[in-house]
T-cell receptor, first 111, second 113 residues
Framework: GENVEQHPSTLSVQEGDSAVIKCTYS??????FPWYKQELGKRPQLIID?????GEKKDQRIAVTLNKTAKHFSLHITETQPEDSAVYFC??????????FGTGTRLTIIP | DAGVTQSPTHLIKTRGQQVTLRCSPK?????VSWYQQALGQGPQFIFQ???????QRGNFPDRFSGHQFPNYSSELNVNALLLGDSALYLC????????????FGPGTRLLVL
């Protein structure tokens, strides 16, 4: 089955700096890669996703890149703000199949 | 347009008891997936329901069972509760055709004593 590894487990950056979180996946059949943000005690919220026919996607300060050959994808957050502090999860799946999640990255933005 | 809803929000049970959790999908969605999220970990897939049938199942014992109703809402049942079943149970809904995006409900926090 699919296995998703996520690094780093914790990340602290100064407000205004950029943050990068990286994930690798094992199943070449996976073709959908969402990123979720989860604040303490709340539901995971989708912040951006990418499909395997696209190499990069951007939404304001958030971008995701995908390298299918290397089986890895990354989340980039620019101009970080205190409200970006949360746990971020990457995930991978095939069409309409289960999501396999990474272990999460706790991002702390230092004011 | 209501998002995914779950009930109850919190639940306390004792070992050996049974529990039923409920989920109503986002309007227009027909597929419901259930996940278990232990403290400090990522969500783990339990199973997925579509057309009132279990389509896919994760690595969970038969104590975990589910059901989907004609209105697409779903239930998760856990029998013979163990201390290790304490977790946040998340329901996610999606459309079977088209985008694969899964939207999560607020979860039910289950504590087994």
């Amino acid at each position: 089955g699919e296995n998703v590894e996520q690094h780093p487990s914790t990340l602290s950056v100064q407000e205004g700096d950029s943050a990068v979180i990286k994930c690798t996946y094992s199943d070449s059949a996976s073709n959908y890669f969402p990123w979720y943000k989860q604040e303490l005690g709340k539901r995971p919220q989708l912040i951006i996703d990418i499909r395997s026919n696209v190499g990069e996607k951007k939404d304001q300060r958030i971008a995701v890149t995908l390298n299918k050959t290397a089986k890895h994808f990354s989340l980039h957050i620019t101009e970080t703000q205190p409200e970006d502090s949360a746990v971020y999860f990457c995930a991978a799946s095939s069409l309409n199949e289960k999501l396999t999640f990474g272990t999460g990255t706790r991002l702390t933005i230092i004011p | 347009d209501a998002g995914v809803t779950q009930s109850p929000t919190h639940l306390i049970k004792t070992r050996g008891q049974q529990v039923t959790l409920r989920c109503s999908p986002k309007s227009g969605h027909d597929t419901v997936s259930w996940y278990q999220q232990a403290l400090g970990q990522g969500p783990q897939f339990i199973f997925q329901y579509y057309e009132e049938e279990e389509r896919q199942r994760g690595n969970f014992p038969d104590r975990f069972s589910g059901h989907q109703f004609p209105n697409y809402s779903s239930e998760l049942n856990v029998n013979a509760l163990l201390l290790g079943d304490s977790a946040l149970y998340l329901c996610a809904s999606s459309k079977q055709t088209g985008a694969e995006t899964q939207y999560f409900g607020p979860g039910t926090r289950l504590l087994v004593l």
